[in-house]
């Protein structure tokens, strides 16, 4: 499964931003879509996930109050929309998806997520 992320770009900081991230040639195999990012010099890191059904949505203590995942039904895509964005939210981020169930507990592992896209970055200025 190829994954596909768009809506990335710069931003002012406080201004707001929606990452989409969709399968090509496929759709989310039933599990969990999870968003990471990175930032130049630091560790991949966790910043949202949600379940298959949108019943469950988790995020960082970064993200919580200012981001919101959810799936888009008609587009077959797990979105990511940043709102109040800051000059630290720059980063690349990646949409995962996992291949099988991931427990509450882990779903902020790396590991768990067997199909990553590409990236998108997101430049937030002060």
């Known amino acids: 499964v190829q994954l596909l992320e768009s809506g990335g770009g710069s931003v002012q900081s406080g201004g707001s931003l929606t990452l989409s991230c969709a399968p090509s040639?496929?759709?989310?195999?039933?599990?969990?879509v999870g968003w990471f990012r990175q930032a130049p010099g630091e560790a991949r890191e966790f910043v949202a996930a949600?379940?298959?059904?949108?019943?469950?949505?988790y995020y960082s203590d970064s993200a919580k109050g200012r981001f919101h995942i959810f799936r888009d039904n008609a587009k077959n895509s797990a979105d990511l929309e940043m709102n109040s964005l800051k000059p630290e939210d720059t980063a690349v981020y990646y949409c995962?998806?996992?291949?099988?169930?991931?427990?509450?507990?882990?779903?902020?592992?790396?590991?768990?997520?067997?199909?990553w896209g590409q990236g998108t970055q997101v430049t937030v200025s002060s």
């Open positions: 995962a998806a996992a291949d099988r169930w991931v427990p509450s507990v882990n779903i902020a592992v790396m590991s768990r997520y067997k199909y």
């Open positions: 040639g496929s759709t989310f195999s039933g599990y969990a």
């Open positions: 949600i379940t298959w059904s949108g019943s469950s949505t």
